[in-house]
């Protein structure tokens, strides 16, 4: 797998290309899509500490290996994407209740893997923004049923998202970019037939440009349930995120810190990765 990681971050760095923007490391949208023919790679991974995982009743530390998105531009104001997480790892620390669903776990039970979970969205770009007005975009999309709940990490359900989009451009040369994401998510409940659980899906984040090249950027992004008694498997969940991106050739990479703010969320992590925008088609 580390071999294959290899051979794709070789590949970015032989063919070069040219900037565009960026997206990781941060969750919440922007309302700028990806230009007409040209396709942006994002390969990342994340650790995540003290992690949750309320369906299956496991807690440990989990890492996202692979944290991999495909975003192509198919006209001035719509892009299509596609991505996941190749494989996740997780080192048990605890079982802190009873499993919900049967697992299928090593004895003893001290780690567990599982592919991640797969999404397809679309993005429009409704307005541009003005002098002093905002502009607006509008995101949907699906999460697929690629993971085995019987690992104890994933739900293996069919989820539907969809979100709107503000941001606005601030300061001299426009440095400062301040964006959010407000929508809802159709969450199907793994364990209560004929459920479902629509939570608030919700994203602020805000970058700044201090050089050509290296840029800070932060965020607060997750959902809510609004539910006094939440289906399992379907809790809120979330995290801050504060880091940089910096511009190296025609690569960008990024690093973050992140902090949950959930009960369910992990305690702590990072993230990091590089993201690559070629002109792929015309």
């Not at 809802?184 to 659980?197: D, E, K, M, S, Y």
């Amino acid at each position: 797998m580390l071999k294959n990681f290899a051979v794709i971050f070789l590949f970015f760095i032989l063919i070069g290309g040219s900037a565009g923007a960026q997206q990781r490391p941060l969750i919440t949208e922007e309302v700028q899509t990806v230009k007409p023919g040209e396709v942006r790679f994002e390969l990342g991974f994340e650790i995540l500490q003290d992690k949750d995982f309320p369906l299956s009743g496991l807690n440990g530390d989990l890492s996202r290996l692979g944290v991999i998105a495909l975003t192509a531009g198919l006209a001035s104001n719509v892009e299509f994407e596609m991505g996941g997480v190749v494989q996740n790892y997780l080192s048990i620390t605890r079982q802190y209740q009873t499993s919900a669903v049967p697992l299928q776990l090593s004895s003893p039970p001290n780690s567990t893997h599982d592919v991640g979970d797969f999404y397809l969205a679309s993005k429009f770009k409704l307005h541009s923004e003005g002098r002093r007005a905002p502009g607006f975009g509008f995101r949907f999309g699906a999460e697929l049923p690629t993971t085995n709940q019987a690992r104890g990490i994933g739900l293996n359900q069919t989820n539907f998202f969809a979100t709107i989009l503000a941001g606005k451009h601030f300061g001299p040369e426009e440095r400062f970019n301040l964006y959010s994401n407000l929508g809802i998510g159709i969450l199907t409940a793994p364990v209560a037939a004929f459920a479902q659980n629509d939570v608030l899906l919700y994203g602020l984040a805000a970058t700044y440009r201090l050089h050509k090249r290296f840029t800070v950027v932060s965020e607060i992004n997750g959902r809510h349930s609004t539910r006094n008694i939440t289906p399992l498997g379907t809790e809120s969940d979330g995290g801050a995120r504060l880091g940089a991106r910096v511009r190296v050739g025609g690569l960008t990479f990024d690093l973050a810190g992140i902090k949950g703010v959930y009960r369910n969320s992990a305690s702590s992590g990072f993230t990091f990765g590089v993201s690559y925008q070629p002109v792929v088609f015309r």
